[in-house]
């Protein structure tokens, strides 16, 4: 059974750093693409960025762009988002999710974890 377990959130203040990173247990990390998403207060959940199985180059959400990073370690299945710059407007509760190689949904989730950034 995969399991996802997210580190690394907490409260900013804009402009700061902060790296979040997911923990992938239960499977064979190299064959699962990987994602981080968020959902703010009111909001539907939305995809920040991903990286497909293949470590191919990231996919960014436009609003991220240019201050976030994300990074995989298949030695340590382990995948991070570097965040950077950060602004009010990106706080929300970050989950990490995962799907395996020709499956079309995100069907492994962790529990996510708060990132609140001030002004």
């Known amino acids: 059974q995969v399991q996802l377990v997210e580190s690394g959130g907490g409260l900013a203040q804009a402009g700061d750093s902060l790296r979040l990173s997911c923990v992938f247990s239960?499977?064979?990390?190299?064959?699962?693409?990987m994602g981080w998403f968020r959902q703010a207060p009111g909001k539907e959940r939305e995809s920040v960025a991903t990286?497909?199985?293949?470590?191919?180059?990231?996919s960014y959400t436009d609003s991220v762009k240019g201050r976030f990073t994300l990074s995989r370690d298949n030695a340590k299945n382990t995948v991070y988002l570097q965040m950077d710059n950060l602004k009010p407007e990106d706080t929300a509760v970050y989950y990490c999710?995962?799907?395996?190689?020709?499956?079309?949904?995100?069907?492994?989730w962790g529990q996510g974890t708060q990132v609140t950034v001030s002004s």
């Open positions: 990286i497909s199985w293949s470590r191919g180059f990231p």
């Open positions: 239960g499977g064979t990390f190299s064959m699962y693409h």
């Open positions: 999710a995962a799907r395996g190689r020709g499956v079309q949904t995100w069907n492994h």
